[in-house]
């Protein structure tokens, strides 16, 4: 046998196959999750407008919101898992070419009902897209580089949270609210051509039985609980309707965890969960996108609603939360390499809070820049904690299970924005229905035509001012003036519950430990 010179480093690197590349692995998937993540924010733009093409109520608003996160957030961990089955490549894939075309179909459904249905499917298919894109990471990175792809890979999801409100609006006023779902068209075409070429093909060895009954559990209590959350405000709390949804959840999500206990292939391996960086950075994901997706939807309607500002505008002053958050990400990774996810998270959750409270100033009049500081700091604080705390998920579990870390991550991601939009739409209704008649007096409306008034509190939950026929221009403008100091209570009341929220989180980030890959890159840097 010949034995010849061995290559150099440069000419080893030149017949290095393109397919399976961990830099254009990176590319696809950064293309998967900005598609998904633009979709996510052009929402809190159309909705005003979804609302008054489809004569759409607040709820259902909220469920253009939920519906789409919630099969997320049920069906991430199982996508995760399907990957790691049958091909992180292939499901990912699929993912992507099922998430354009249901993006498509929100458009030209045409109905409100149709629109949630076509969000769910929605969901169903980033279920199954973007778990994968961080296993692929996984799987494909060294782990000294790991935290440089997710720092690359947050920045890109934040990127897409950025220019989703200035596409959005530039869409919206300019075609109409269905464009802003049809771009996902032209970026999944670009995707599945790249991935077709760049993505090699990986997935755990043994294959074992997808954990049906566990799937079924989860997504039950999820279903229950959330759906219990957002009709709330509508059937009351306390009604026995909304008992028998939360403690039908509780109960699932208890028969869940028992099952997981037995079964030999679980659907989330126990020995990952019971990790405590896992269990902490899955939690404080969780808080985070508590409050971030419970500003963006509540701060969208203010700019517009209260504000009158059009589509763009409103998407131009968000800028400031967005473009931080692409900037803070490349750098949470390289505070998390340095000194690993706990002072990041910690930080970053402590940012949070304070721009939250600093938002309690807000009056319907308020300048701009009672508003920017936040946004600048939310910026900074969701940047450092995406990235430290995923570091802590996907990093402490094996790469056989890289699926499910993933899943395990971006259904913390999911199901803290379904639960925050939920949760902060039910103290914001319940302020505003609770206040609505006694500001509208205040303002200067007689108290028979405040409590006829009254009845318009879904209306005045989304900043809206409700109509009053025949009123004359003092009477029309104590009107707007009493129904907008309703909903500042009511934001009030839910960005307050936000910071306590986000301050909680910073508790259970200082205990947090560095991850497997975390320690790597320390390494690497040193």
């Not at 509208?440 to 006829?452: E, K, M, N, T």
Request: a positive charge; one cysteine or more.
């Amino acid at each position: 046998m010949t034995v010849g010179r061995p290559l150099s480093h440069a000419a080893a690197r030149s017949r290095r196959p393109l397919r399976g590349n961990p830099w254009l692995t990176l590319a696809t998937v950064s293309l998967g999750v900005l598609m998904v993540g633009i979709d996510g924010t052009v929402v809190s733009i159309a909705n005003p407008y979804i609302a008054r093409s489809l004569h759409a109520s607040l709820a259902d608003l909220q469920w253009v919101t939920n519906a789409y996160l919630l099969a997320l957030a049920v069906l991430l961990i199982a996508g995760g898992k399907i990957g790691d089955r049958y091909g992180r490549k292939r499901i990912f894939l699929i993912g992507v070419v099922g998430f354009a075309a249901s993006s498509v179909g929100v458009g030209v459904i045409g109905t409100i009902d149709g629109v949630i249905a076509m969000r769910t499917l929605q969901g169903l298919f980033g279920a199954l897209l973007m778990p994968n894109t961080l296993a692929l990471l996984r799987a494909t990175f060294p782990v000294e580089r790991l935290n440089q792809a997710v720092g690359i890979w947050g920045g890109t999801s934040a990127l897409a949270t950025a220019s989703g409100p200035i596409v959005g609006g530039l869409l919206v006023e300019h075609v109409s609210w269905q464009s802003v779902f049809f771009i996902n068209a032209p970026i999944a075409a670009i995707t599945l051509a790249l991935g077709l070429f760049a993505l090699a093909e990986n997935r755990e060895r043994l294959r074992q039985a997808l954990d049906g009954l566990g799937l079924t559990l989860l997504a039950g209590g999820l279903f229950c609980l959330v759906f219990a959350f957002v009709e709330g405000q509508s059937w009351g709390w306390g009604a026995a309707r909304i008992d028998a949804l939360l403690g039908g959840g509780i109960a699932l999500l208890i028969a869940f965890g028992l099952v997981e206990s037995r079964v030999r292939a679980p659907l989330i391996p126990l020995r990952v969960i019971r990790q405590r960086s896992v269990a902490l950075g899955t939690l404080t994901v969780m808080m985070t996108f508590f409050a971030m997706y419970g500003v963006l939807f509540f701060v969208s309607l203010y700019l517009q609603n209260v504000h009158g500002l059009d589509p763009v505008a409103a998407g131009v002053r968000t800028l400031p939360l967005t473009l931080v958050f692409a900037i803070s990400s490349p750098l949470g990774a390289l505070l998390t390499g340095r000194l690993g996810p706990r002072a990041p998270i910690a930080l970053g959750l402590g940012l949070t809070g304070v721009a939250l409270l600093l938002l309690l100033g807000l009056e319907p009049s308020s300048p701009y820049s009672a508003l920017w500081p936040s946004f600048v700091l939310l910026g900074i604080g969701i940047g450092l904690v995406v990235v430290a705390s995923t570091d802590a998920i996907v990093a402490n579990a094996p790469v056989d299970e890289a699926g499910v870390a993933g899943g395990i991550q971006t259904t913390a991601v999911q199901l803290g924005g379904v639960v925050g939009t939920a949760i902060l739409g039910s103290v914001l209704a319940t302020q505003v229905g609770a206040v609505l008649a006694r500001s509208l007096h205040a303002a200067g409306v007689p108290s028979s035509i405040a409590r006829q008034l009254a009845a318009a509190k879904e209306l005045v939950g989304q900043g809206a001012t409700p109509a009053l026929k025949g009123a004359s221009p003092a009477l029309a403008h104590a009107v707007a003036t009493g129904s907008h100091a309703a909903f500042m209570s009511g934001l009030h009341t839910a960005l307050l519950v936000a910071a306590i929220v986000s301050f909680l989180g910073v508790a259970a980030g200082l205990l947090i430990r560095r991850g497997r890959a975390g320690a790597g890159a320390h390494a690497a840097l040193l």
